[in-house]
Each structure stands twice: as C-alpha cells, then as structure tokens.
C-alpha cells in the first residue's frame, strides 16, 4: 500500500507562483518503481493531468497548458515530488491531486489508470 501526503496549494493573485509537494511512503515502497504524476480537477470538469514524473528513466512530461509554467521534480526530502507553478491564471484554479502507479513510467492514459491518490489540495488564483 501506498500512501501520499499533499501538502502547498492555497490562494494566489493571477501571475503568482504556488509550490506543492507530494511525499509518498509505504510498506516496501520504492521511489524507483513508481510514476508520480500531478492531476487537477475544476468544477464541472473532468479530472487532467498537469505533469508526471519518472523516476525509472528520469523523464518527464508537462502539458500543453502548463508548459513554459509548471515544472515537475523531485523534492529535496526523501520520496517527494513537488510541483513549481508560476505565472498562475485564474484557470489555473482546481482541486490538485497527486497520484502513483507501480509502472514505473509515465502512464499513457487517463486519471483511472493509477492506483494511489493523495488528499487533493485545492489553488485558488484570483485577483
């Protein structure tokens, strides 16, 4: 079983710069085995990914509307993941979630495809 813990996110005016980080844990667990990918959900919308992680084969991978703006990597304590967002827009505002899947790269598929998910944290970005 895996666990992780989000913590980060909060309100921001447009423009603005918010750092969230994911620490995952476990029985057995290994950093290594893992894809650790960031999702977001906004009301009446469908769950997205924003970025992912590979420790496996160091890739990574942003999407189109945070590319140039989000930056996925892992943090300085041990097993976390932390996502940089700067140059926030009012778009940006949702509901963001960390996940894992025992891949361990990148998965090439929607939200359902990862087994564990931390608690969610919501970003607000408004002037």
């Known amino acids: 079983q895996v666990r992780l813990v989000q913590s980060g996110g909060g309100s921001v005016q447009p423009g603005g710069s918010l750092r969230l980080s994911c620490a995952a844990s476990?029985?057995?667990?290994?950093?290594?085995?893992?894809?650790i990918a960031w999702f977001r959900q906004a009301p009446g919308k469908d769950r997205e990914e924003v970025s992912c992680?590979?420790?496996?084969?160091?890739?990574?991978r942003v999407a189109h509307f945070a590319a140039g703006r989000f930056t996925i990597s892992r943090g300085d304590a041990e097993n976390t993941v932390v996502l940089e967002m700067n140059s926030l827009k009012p778009e940006d505002t949702a509901v963001y979630y960390c996940?894992?899947?025992?891949?361990?790269?990148?998965?090439?598929?929607?939200?359902?495809?990862?087994?564990?998910w931390g608690q969610g944290i919501q970003v607000t970005v408004s002037s």
């Open positions: 996940a894992a899947d025992n891949g361990p790269v990148c998965v090439d598929g929607p939200w359902y495809y990862y087994d564990y």
């Open positions: 476990g029985s057995g667990f290994n950093f290594g085995d893992y894809a």
């Open positions: 992680l590979s420790p496996f084969d160091r890739n990574t």
